[in-house]
């Protein structure tokens, strides 16, 4: 399935943004491990729309409702299943869409694979409010791995021109907690208040804008991943750029690496409480494919929303003419703030799915 990822950890995503309800079939989950359900909500809460004005007007409570999977408050073995009920949809906004298709969008190309028959109401399946059951998938696995001592973080690193610092050689599990915590997911808030002015200029401006998010994960040992098709890189970039509106993804120093030389780039190693360490972290905690026992950090770079309120140039698909398209509805000026926690259950999910395979699907 074109909506599942995982091998011994599967996740499988269903559902469309203005059908009944979406949701999530995890499977391969340890038994007996508790699922902490407000902990759970509070990781929800950071991606949901209708806060405030910096995003989607839509008002969606995301509270999951487990079908299966849970018994006592803890994995029972059996498949996980959690949907998540629809509750403020205007699909009469998508009426013209399945004739005029949204630059940007993947109205266009839906449409001519499955013959129009797609539901294309809010982006339908392919649509940002899919990222939801994938926090919930996320949200357990971020859960078991902390455990474990593995934990994840991230954090808004631009938005257009404005731009926060990035993570410290080893950011800790409090750092991770106090960005969580903040209504704007950034380390520097004068920067992230820059920012915010971008979002609500392109938002007045009838427009949108893209931004890059930075997630590291600490605490995992070397020596997870494998070589060439099946590297820890490869994993995670094939999840990631699952997310919708991703269209880049970079491991540690990434494509600044490419103007530097080797001796810039190559990270030293040394000896220290009897393990070995790299002195910095150019590779991004991954050399050949395998973990090195430092912090893995990637960046993804997120779009701007396609939807805007400026008239675009598309096509009449029934009448085969150019035509001009001005959108309405309710949509995000950035989507790149509120995709940070997404970054982080992807992450938790690949690497869950990892050490699994390294302990033999047990701990």
């Not at 409702?65 to 949907?83: D, W, Y």
């Not at 021109?161 to 704007?184: G, N």
């Not at 001796?263 to 973990?291: E, K, M």
Request: hydrophobic fraction near 40%.
């Amino acid at each position: 399935m074109s909506s599942e990822f995982g091998k011994l950890l599967k996740v499988s995503v269903f559902g469309q943004s203005h059908g009944t309800a979406i949701g999530v079939v995890i499977d391969g989950l340890p038994a007996g491990e508790a699922v902490d359900a407000e902990e759970l909500q509070a990781f929800l809460d950071r991606r949901r729309p209708g806060k405030d004005g910096l995003s989607t007007a839509r008002k969606e409570t995301d509270i999951p409702e487990f079908l299966s999977g849970l018994e006592g408050g803890k994995t029972c073995g059996a498949p996980l299943c959690a949907v998540i009920r629809n509750g403020d949809q205007h699909s009469r906004d998508y009426s013209n869409l399945i004739d005029t298709p949204r630059p940007g969008h993947a109205d266009y190309t839906a449409a001519v694979k499955w013959g129009g028959h797609a539901d294309m109401r809010g982006g339908g399946h392919f649509s940002g409010r899919l990222t939801a059951p994938l926090c919930v998938a996320g949200g357990i696995a971020k859960q078991i791995l902390a455990r474990r001592g593995v934990h994840i973080g991230a954090h808004l690193e631009s938005v257009g021109t404005a731009v926060d610092r990035r993570f410290p050689l080893h950011p800790t599990p409090e750092l991770f907690a106090e960005i969580a915590a903040k209504p704007f997911p950034v380390l520097d808030d004068a920067a992230g208040a820059r920012m915010q002015v971008e979002i609500l200029a392109a938002k007045k401006e009838l427009d949108s804008v893209g931004g890059v998010i930075e997630c590291a994960a600490t605490g995992l040992p070397a020596g997870l991943g494998d070589p060439m098709f099946d590297g820890v890189e490869n994993r995670l970039a094939a999840a990631l750029f699952g997310i919708p509106a991703v269209k880049g993804v970079e491991f540690g120093a990434g494509f600044s690496a490419a103007t530097w030389r080797g001796s810039q780039n190559n990270d030293p190693f040394a000896v220290g409480d009897g393990q070995v360490r790299a002195v910095t972290n150019h590779a991004g905690g991954i050399l050949g494919g395998i973990t090195t026992g430092m912090p893995v950090v990637f960046r993804i770079a997120v779009k701007p929303t396609p939807s805007i309120g400026r008239a675009q140039r598309t096509v009449s698909l029934s009448a085969g003419e150019n035509a001009e398209l001005t959108i309405h509805g309710r949509h995000d000026p950035c989507v790149a703030h509120r995709a940070v926690p997404v970054a982080e259950a992807v992450a938790a999910v690949v690497l869950l799915d990892l050490l699994l395979e390294g302990n033999h699907g047990t701990f």
